[in-house]
């Protein structure tokens, strides 16, 4: 024993605690683990109970053997061989083979593989990593074998519960699709060890959980919850470093208000075992709540190629079908959260959007309190003020102060052309960090103040109640106001930009006090510069426009052309959409100052929002504007979880 041990100690996970909940394959996780040296907890958390007496596999055999099936879904190794034990008991083989043979066999992956080849059948299409039901309707829908979905009858080999989504998606596409469930779930009939590892999960006895399928979380929380823990669990599980094999698993973790810390980059146990040894280091260095903590996850956390494209987010801002409304909100990371307050309490407001490593903590902060479905990376509208060369500061009770003397064309023309990688160079090393850092799954949103709400904190000086600078400015010199505007959108255009190629995942234009104008003066003097600055970042990374203020001219808002169009709290959803235009995507809309009211009200209040919203593809949830400071903390989490409990879509 004693000559094990010096090598033993080299390897990062030497001695390292983990509790893995996988069934079946719980050996082949054990063995992977306990390779990189660490002392594995196995506590099984699902067993697979076949059904004996399958009805629907044997009418799938029927219809398989009279050439009615045209496609074969393969979902899992085990359940084909499943399906086949239960299929030879009143069929013959050799004629199911045959049969199969006439259909175009899609294997989900390479366990479905291998159990078709011990058929001596080879599948016509295979699915690339990270093997969920996307990739199978992107491949299906690829069409590289001429297969044409519409009118097709195809079979789904099913695997503890029904995939709704993928069944909805394939009946899109014209299908006729039967179901083969061949097992269901079960809690296992010895839960003593699954009992155990969930009292020594709360007794802080290990430091990673290891996650291997969506469903074990579940199961897990369902054990907790009849020992009477629940509550304690999940406080203790969320100082682990949660590990989950792949996307999958991870959407079934965020279903249950938990976020995956790693990832591999295949979805695989022996990788999941290679890679979390390598990261170990810097992910068990993380010590929530420390201000490094997020940070130090990240450099860890992998981006797989698609998976945060997947995001109910982006699928939203794409106008995608979602099981349920994404929800983020705008200045989620602020003064209301005692975290920022720590946090503000040692540096400036300017020094911490400088900061990059402080930038990625707050960032991520916001999006583990609140478990909300996108990051927004934290810095502010006018920071792009100071490469412009104005004096920029943030005085207490006052708010922002900007010392610019802006007096016609050739004070405009004075503005430098400021190259952003290298002037804001502390916004794109921010987001690449917290890019790094961020849930693998979780989209990062970049953003800029549009041209207007730019100008008019040029022409202020800072925030202002009837905006009478501006205004005039833009009344009696129309042609340094257009310059103005000219020259704001050329330098927006090229910040936002940058920031897409540091990693933001959408972009977001606040053109806060769009509202102060009317249609008319909103056409003539705002809309070109908007369009332009559009027209000049769209089609990379979807785009939010948001306003406020904007509902007499809704139309002509979006007619700027973003992808998403923010929709503020004075209008209701449904006629603001309807406004927009069917077409696009729209984000909203409840008041902020709601989230001082009592929890049933915010209840309420979402409900009828998303009544409006009515469950049509392309609504992101939002405020109508940004969380005001004062707001109560826990009404805010209160507000994400309403929203994520109330909208799962049943189809
Ligand atoms: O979580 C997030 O939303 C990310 C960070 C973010 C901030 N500002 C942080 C911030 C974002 C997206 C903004 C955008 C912003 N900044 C807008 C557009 C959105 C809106 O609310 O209309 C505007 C108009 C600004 C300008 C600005 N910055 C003002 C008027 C102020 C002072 C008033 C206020 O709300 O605090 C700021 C400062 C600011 N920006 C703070 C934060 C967290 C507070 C600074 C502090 O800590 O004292």
Same mark, same amino acid.
């Given at each position: ?40 907890? $196995? $506590? ?16 799938? =055999? ?73 990739? +199978?309707?992107?491949?299906?829908? &690829? ?45 296992? @009939?010895? #839960? ?6 969930? *009292? ?17 979380? #579940?199961?897990?929380?369902?054990? $907790? ?16 470093? +949660? ?43 993380? &010590? ?8 130090? #996850?990240? $450099? ?37 959260? /005692?975290?920022?307050? !720590? ?17 990625? %903590?707050?960032?991520?902060? !916001? ?25 920029? @500061?943030?005085?207490?009770? @006052? ?14 023309? /004075? ?19 917290? *890019? ?43 042609? =340094? ?11 927006? !255009?090229?910040?936002?930009? =940058?920031?897409?190629?540091?990693? !933001?995942?959408?972009? %977001? ?55 998403? +169009? ?13 406004? =927009? ?21 915010? *209840? ?7 009544? &409006? ?39």
């Amino acid at each position: 024993m004693t000559s094990l041990k010096p090598t033993l100690e080299k390897q990062p996970l030497a001695g390292i605690p983990i509790v893995g909940f996988e069934s079946r394959q719980s050996d082949i996780l054990k063995q992977a683990l306990e390779r990189q040296g660490a002392v594995f907890f $196995a $506590a099984p958390s699902v067993q697979e109970i076949p059904f004996e007496q399958n009805t629907e596999a044997f009418s799938f =055999a029927e219809k398989l053997m009279a050439g009615k099936i045209n496609i074969v879904i393969l979902m899992t190794g085990v359940g084909t061989r499943y399906l086949m034990q239960v299929l030879e008991k009143k069929f013959e083989k050799n004629l199911l083979v045959e049969a199969l043979k006439k259909t175009t066999l899609v294997a989900r992956g390479p366990k479905s593989v291998q159990a078709l080849r011990e058929l001596g059948l080879v599948p016509a299409m295979t699915i690339p990593e990270p093997n969920t039901w996307r990739e +199978i309707i992107a491949e299906l829908d &690829q069409n590289p074998r001429g297969v044409d979905l519409e009118s097709q009858t195809v079979a789904v080999q099913e695997y503890g519960e029904s995939n709704l989504d993928f069944l909805t998606a394939l009946k899109k596409r014209g299908c006729r699709v039967v179901q083969i469930p061949v097992y269901r779930w079960a809690l296992p @009939d010895n #839960r003593e060890p699954l009992e155990s590892a969930i *009292r020594k999960i709360i007794a802080g006895e290990f430091k990673i959980a290891v996650l291997t399928s969506a469903i074990q979380i #579940r199961h897990v929380l369902k054990v $907790a919850s009849e020992m009477g823990v629940e509550r304690e669990f999940k406080t203790k599980f969320k100082e682990l470093v +949660i590990a989950s094999v792949g996307p999958t698993t991870s959407e079934g973790l965020q279903e249950v208000g938990f976020v995956a810390d790693f990832q591999p980059t295949h979805p695989k146990m022996g990788t999941l075992a290679k890679e979390l040894a390598e990261q170990a280091a810097v992910l068990l260095n993380a &010590q929530r709540p420390t201000l490094n903590a997020g940070v130090q #996850r990240s $450099a860890l956390s992998v981006k797989p190629l698609g998976q945060v494209q997947n995001s109910l987010f982006l699928k939203a801002c794409r106008k995608e079908s979602t099981p349920r409304t994404p929800v983020w909100l705008m200045r989620q990371a602020g003064r209301y959260q /005692k975290s920022y307050r !720590a946090i503000r309490g040692k540096f400036s407001f300017l020094e911490l959007c400088k900061n990059k490593e402080v930038v990625t %903590q707050v960032t991520l902060n !916001a999006v583990e309190e609140l478990g909300v479905d996108a990051a927004i990376i934290f810095s502010d509208i006018l920071v792009v003020l100071e490469p412009m060369g104005f004096g920029l @500061d943030y005085v207490a009770g @006052d708010g922002p102060v900007i010392s610019a003397e802006i007096k016609g064309l050739s004070s405009v023309q /004075k503005i430098p052309n400021f190259d952003p990688e290298a002037e804001l160079s502390y916004v794109m090393e921010g987001i690449r960090l917290t *890019r790094a850092s961020l849930n693998a799954a979780i989209p990062l949103i970049g953003f800029s103040g549009a041209p207007f709400t730019l100008a008019s904190y040029l022409l202020e000086g800072g925030s202002s109640k009837n905006f009478i600078r501006t205004k005039t400015f833009m009344f009696s010199d129309e042609k =340094a106001w257009h310059a103005l505007l000219e020259k704001i959108t050329q330098l927006t !255009a090229k910040y936002l930009l =940058a920031q897409i190629r540091a990693g !933001a995942d959408a972009i %977001q234009i606040f053109d806060s006090w769009a509202g102060i104008l009317n249609a008319l003066d909103y056409s003539k003097y705002v809309l070109p510069h908007s369009r332009e600055l559009l027209r000049q970042v769209s089609g990379k990374v979807p785009v939010i426009h948001f306003g406020t203020g904007t509902s007499p001219f809704l139309d002509i808002f979006s007619s700027a052309g973003a992808d998403v +169009i923010g929709i503020d709290s004075h209008m209701s959803l449904d006629e603001g959409w309807e406004k =927009a235009g069917a077409s696009k995507a729209v984000q909203g809309n409840l008041d902020p100052v709601l989230l001082f009211a009592p929890q049933e009200k915010i *209840r309420e209040e979402v409900k009828k929002i998303l009544e &409006q919203a009515d469950g049509r593809p392309g609504h992101i949830f939002n405020l109508g504007h940004g969380v005001l400071p004062g707001t109560p903390e826990e009404n805010v989490k209160y507000l994400v979880d309403c929203v994520k409990k109330l909208s799962v879509r049943v189809e």
